[in-house]
């Protein structure tokens, strides 16, 4: 269709392919004019500036630039960034909510991989796994009859650090499950905490009361080392600590020293620095389950985020709103 808007792609072009294979790139060009041929890792070209000029929508995404206001001089058709990834702190300037641009992304595409990774790391750790697992291959061998105390997940309490998208899909996911589901989140009243089910207390209250404590809050100056000495000193013998937020949200120091005690143990996904330096003991206890962040979004689960922003451009196009607008008053308490 000749009368299509254009749109232009900014990003690492090496992860074009995987959010849009063929499928989802034909869906994508029914909608606008897109070259796939051209992608900005650089907003500086003569190719790009030309691509700028008469772009109306930009699909941005990892190693996108920082679109500023030299860019967007350069683009004076541009009405909204629609964001193949979480966060969009780290290309989406000031200028451009300055400029009324509209602003999506496929955060809520990411984080389904996020919670699913949680659900699984709370269930596991509520069945004694990861100690289990030790256990069985140092001995060789087990008792089929032997019954295992302390193990189980009926009746388990888990505590859910921040109402984010991640985390309000972890406490979808637990639904089914025999689990009481403890939250903290400041921006959480007590008609929304009982809409999601679960028990809304103070921090505190949380690390004291929980087997298996989450963390979904975002990373910003409210929230760094929000879990620190204090804290983590607050939580049961015995309780899991499970990071897929962001390290900085953990004092690595006082976790390193509570989890060298074998009071704790702990599912990093994240930490800080990233990757520990060699010399860190967290790679070396055995109550420390270490991976290397990929709780969000690989392999065949980023079609699923292109597929979001395919969505909402389709959605915009229609006239509606984005499902899943941002606005600059959400910076501060999303990721």
């Not at 909608?31 to 030309?50: C, G, M, N, Q, W």
């Not at 941005?60 to 629609?82: M, Q, S």
């Amino acid at each position: 269709m000749a009368d299509r808007p254009e749109a232009l792609f900014a990003l690492g072009a090496h992860y074009l392919p995987d959010l849009f294979p063929p499928r989802s790139m034909r869906r994508l060009q029914r909608l606008v004019r897109i070259d796939e041929t051209v992608v900005a890792e650089r907003f500086d070209s003569d190719t790009i500036r030309a691509a700028l000029a008469s772009a109306e929508f930009l699909i941005t995404g990892w190693g996108c630039p920082p679109i500023t206001e030299a860019v967007l001089e350069t683009a004076p058709r541009l009405r909204a960034i629609l964001h193949t990834a979480g966060s969009v702190k780290a290309h989406v300037t000031p200028a451009c909510w300055e400029r009324g641009l509209a602003v999506t992304s496929a955060a809520a595409a990411n984080a389904v991989p996020v919670a699913e990774y949680t659900v699984a790391a709370i269930l596991f750790a509520g069945k004694d796994v990861f100690r289990l697992r030790d256990r069985f291959q140092a001995n060789r061998h087990f008792t089929v009859a032997e019954v295992h105390p302390g193990v189980g997940n009926y009746g388990r309490t888990v505590g859910v650090i921040g109402a984010s998208r991640i985390g309000r899909r972890v406490i979808e996911l637990l639904r089914p499950f025999d689990l009481e589901v403890y939250l903290f989140d400041p921006y959480v009243d007590a008609a929304t905490a009982a809409e999601l089910g679960v028990r809304l207390v103070d921090l505190d209250t949380l690390l004291r009361s929980c087997d298996i404590v989450s963390v979904h809050a975002p990373a910003n100056q409210q929230t760094r080392r929000l879990l620190g000495r204090e804290q983590l000193a607050l939580m049961r013998d015995g309780a899991t600590l499970i990071n897929t937020a962001r390290g900085e949200l953990v004092d690595t120091e006082a976790l390193t020293k509570q989890l060298g005690s074998g009071r704790l143990y702990a599912v990093l996904d994240v930490t800080e620095p990233e990757p520990l330096p060699a010399g860190s003991p967290l790679w070396e206890l055995p109550n420390v389950f270490l991976t290397p962040h990929v709780a969000g979004s690989h392999g065949n689960e980023l079609i699923r985020m292109g597929d979001c922003i395919v969505d909402e451009l389709e959605r915009i196009l229609d006239g509606r709103p984005f499902a899943h607008a941002i606005m600059a008053s959400d910076l501060d308490r999303v990721a």
